[in-house]
């Protein structure tokens, strides 16, 4: 099955241009900010570390912006961060949401009943709307909060998607067999299950990460970010101090730009893993 | 139409309503420190103006009674809220209730929302259809398909890079605003292009951002349709492509988009509440933009409670109208 996969997955790689591209993009908005402390100083990224408003130059190749913090070093810090929020969110949501999906799917009855309302329901509720009050209710917003927090919006979908796969799993052969044979419930989920939901687990998670970025992001435009140092919070300090009309396009074009390169990234990667997961997805395509 | 579909749909949003209404009181109540002074910490941390915070701290406790039992206070909460759509006080237009700040700006918001919502609907779907039609041109399907990328970035990115190309490098459309300030408010034709053509940018971001999605799942069902043997029959029957393609394709395959439309209304209006702060479009967006900036408590409350509210509302009648679409529906019974 693992052998299968890794095939599976090796041959997507070579054929699926989608996401080689995909792959580039996140690496080289990753590998650089990963990798800036050994050749940019990010101390620069704090206030008045440099001059006001200066324009690129060899000194600031992305110049500074109106706090005297250094463009680039802010998205060298910047980055890193929102990524960080983006992985807490999605884990927790595809975590919670393989949990949920498992347990509606597996056990049914009543506790699928109940979880699959609370899914109904919350899916018409606007997760943004929900968060806006989380994000104004916390005096200090950490990332691993922020994180925290955004993973409301981003459990549900994988919740479905897991649940409505296990329910096809679980009448197939060899689970049924597995029951027969008297083996437990848990391994019958950790051993026939599991395994078989892993494909569609990754693709949930790429999914779910750029659903969490997303929310967060949102946040922090509206001015909810706290102190953190991220993307988002460098696009509110450039729209709150009209950086456009005063003609600074070096502080809030870059944070946009990657801003895309991540959102295109992940669209690129997340798609073409769905069809990794669900052959059915790759055969109406061509 | 059947009258349990009716009422299963009625409960459900009022389930959504309460169920938020609740979480909202859980968040103001449970959360480890006072939201007010929490908000006003933060604003004060980003620079914002915290003009009147001593009186908005003494007024909450005051009007919340927080000495009495907490399902006193819920009750009372909810009754408020439910009952009399009473949302509070705005603190920064003091003494004026909660409920006249967003009002007015309810049909921007509306306005906008509904055109761009429903053009992009229709226009996406209409690609999406096309690009699976063997009859399109190539180059078409190509130009079809890159849309499909640009729904990837979010509203708020689209906005500020059109803001930029549209407005301030090629300056096409204003920078900003619902209307020129100053003009007249009549309602001539003048006004209304003035009006068209500050919204057009604000639309612009939203629709670009939809029609991708709209072009790939209509895509995915075009693919389920295409096999289907009253397609055959309309051929064998020697009708126009064009109208094969209208009735018979896209008008089926469109069926499943309506319900796709109402799970995706959340994440729309979350999008436009961006898009206005960027565009400074007077709509709901800009006031929950203003309340936060001044910690205006009760107009942020007021703003998500209209968004969920709204969004619960809209999922409902699109609920109700989609039975009409489909007849089968309504015989369905249990999950739809």
Redesign the interface.
Known sequence: MIGNLAFRVWRALTYSVPLTIGCLLLAAVVIPSVLSPLFYDLGLARIASSGLNLPPSWEHPLGTQSEGRDVLALILAGTPATLIIGLIGGGIGVLVGTFLGMVSGYFGGRLDTAIRNTV??G????????L???A??????TLPLMGAAVAISAWMYPTRVIRSQVLSIRTRGYVRMAKLSGIGDLRIIFGELLPNLIPLITAGAVNAI?VSI?AS??LE????G??NLTLGTT??FA??YAS??RGL?WW??PP?LV??AI??G???VSTALDEVANPK?RR??S | MDLRYLLKRLV?FV??IL??AT??FI??RL???D?I???L???A????NIEGGAELVAMYRERFGLDQPILVQYLSYMSNLILRGDFGYSLAYFPAPVLPVIAGAIPWTLGLFLVSTIFAFVAGNLLGALATWPSTPRPLRYVIYALA?V????Y??LA??L??LLA?IFPVFP?GGARTAGGDQSLGLANILDIVHHAVLPGLSIVLALLGFWVLSM??AM?LVKGESYLMYARARGLRDRRIFMRYAVRNASLPQVTALA?D???V??GQ??VE??FSYPGVGYV??NA??TAD?FV??GV?MF??IS??LA?LILDLVYPLLDPRISYRDGQA
């Open positions: 109904d329901v899916m018409t509720i606007p997760p943004f709307a929900i806006i009050m989380i104004a209710s916390f005096k200090v917003v750029a997303l992001i949102g435009v509206l001015g909810l706290g102190q696009i509110y729209i709150y456009m009309w396009w809030w074009l946009v801003l895309v959102f295109l992940l669209f690129l997805l109406a395509s | 459900s389930v959504t169920v938020s979480l909202m968040l103001t959360t480890p420190n939201p002074q929490a908000l910490g933060r604003m941390a980003t620079g914002s990328p729904s990837a970035i979010p708020y990115i500020l890079l803001l930029y301030v920078i895509r995915g693919a799970l209304l959340g994440k209006v979350s509440v961006l702060i960027i929950l933009y936060l900036r408590y942020i409350q998500v968004v969920i969004v619960a999922t």
